[in-house]
């Protein structure tokens, strides 16, 4: 696994940080270590470009292009 730390005690996982790539499971207690800001851009004739702020549900049926550095692949 990329960007993860895990400890182990007695052949089960008694620590994990990673990068949240699923919804978080309930059969954990998950923590919140982290955010950071994220920027899209949007064509002025999007509709949601009229908003004054977006949430990631907002962008849901919008296809998407990822822009990343290579230390984040």
């Known amino acids: 696994m990329k960007n993860c730390i895990m400890l182990w005690k007695n052949d089960a996982v ?13 059969a954990y207690n998950n923590e919140v270590l982290a955010e950071s800001k994220i920027y899209i851009e949007l064509s002025s004739k999007n509709p949601l470009s009229k908003l004054s702020s977006l949430e990631t549900e907002d962008l ?12 984040g692949q």
Do not use: Y
């Open 14 to 26: 008694d620590l994990a940080i990673n990068n949240q790539r699923r919804a978080f499971s309930d």
């Open 60 to 71: 849901k049926n919008t296809p998407c292009i990822l822009v990343i550095n290579q230390t």
